[in-house]
């Protein structure tokens, strides 16, 4: 099975910092852009920040110069790292894969994972 799986989210006060994984396994051969979305507790979805294959990263207004989407080599490993956290910033926080390729599995178009919980307290 190919999954996405994000982990450190948690409870920190305003003005901290998280960082975010999110993780692909299952044999994984290469992964294409990978998204982050974050999902307000009552409201929709919506996109925080994309990296590309390449490298290329984009950003949601609201966190332009407070978020930064990184990538291991492999990107078997798409981080978000958060810092100068606002009580608005809580949310559960998804990634998504565009496309996965497993060795094991072939491939995954549009891949989520479960999401991680952020809790900024004020």
């Known amino acids: 099975q190919v999954q996405l799986v994000e982990s450190g989210g948690g409870l920190v006060q305003a003005g901290g910092s998280l960082r975010l994984s999110c993780t692909a396994s299952?044999?994984?051969?290469?992964?294409?852009?990978v998204a982050w979305y974050r999902q307000p507790a009552g409201n929709e979805r919506e996109l925080v920040a994309v990296?590309?294959?390449?490298?290329?990263?984009d950003y949601q207004d609201s966190v332009k110069g407070r978020f930064t989407i990184s990538r291991n080599n492999a990107m078997t490993t798409v981080y978000l790292q958060m810092n100068s956290l606002e009580p608005k910033d809580t949310a559960v926080y998804y990634c998504?894969?565009?496309?996965?390729?497993?060795?094991?599995?072939?491939?995954?178009?549009?891949?989520w994972g479960q999401g991680t919980q952020v809790t900024v307290s004020s």
């Open positions: 990296i590309s294959s390449g490298g290329s990263s």
């Open positions: 998504k894969a565009d496309l996965v390729k497993s060795e094991r599995y072939g491939y995954y178009y549009g891949l």
């Open positions: 299952g044999s994984i051969l290469g992964i294409g852009s």
